[in-house]
């Protein structure tokens, strides 16, 4: 190793202090740049999806179902929102980033949940290709919100999109 990359002056303290840092504004600029539209995009998307096809009519219970889930998740995200966005100490402040990161995920399984279930049951039909705009549409606004935290916009990308890919590969090229 070159003489220049070692140093006596290394302090793995000084390291961690300096992450601490860089992960309080990565969640100080992910809270930013969230706002309330994610919180509220999932919950007001089930319905209107639902009712955009067939699925409200044939579904209501199972809309309701997930509706409600969207909407719990969303007041979960709301509640970890409002915690980061004020002063708190460092394992208080990792905690609620923690927790934020799992109502993104959590948004994104459940979104997925929805998706692969209507791939399934209307398989290529208005019904689920709304669905499927609507996955689209929903990762092209978490790029510009999660921008600031890549492993957690690289997972949530993941998570939302490859159990869609993976049903329309399973559903293949029947015409339900």
């Known amino acids: ?53 067939d699925v409200l009519t044939q579904y209501p219970r199972f809309v309701l179902a997930f509706f409600g889930i969207s909407l719990l998740i969303g007041l979960l995200r709301w509640r970890a929102t409002v915690a980061l966005r004020g002063p708190l100490e460092a394992k208080e402040r990792a905690n609620w980033g923690w927790r934020y990161r799992a109502a993104i995920y959590a948004a994104a399984a459940s979104w997925s949940a929805y998706t692969c279930w209507s791939v399934q049951t209307y398989g290529r039909s208005w019904s689920s290709l709304i669905v499927l705009l609507c996955t689209v549409g929903l990762v092209a606004g978490a790029v510009g919100t999660l921008t600031p935290d890549f492993r957690s916009l690289r997972n949530y990308v993941a998570l939302i999109n490859l159990p869609a890919f993976l049903c329309l590969a399973r559903h293949g090229q029947r015409a339900d």
């Open 1 to 53: 190793m070159p003489e220049r990359w070692i140093s006596s002056d290394f302090r793995p303290d000084e390291l961690l202090a300096a992450s601490n840092v860089t992960r309080e504004r990565v969640d100080q600029e992910l809270v930013r740049c969230g706002g309330m539209v994610p919180i509220v995009c999932y919950p007001m998307l089930v319905p209107l999806t639902a009712a955009a096809g």
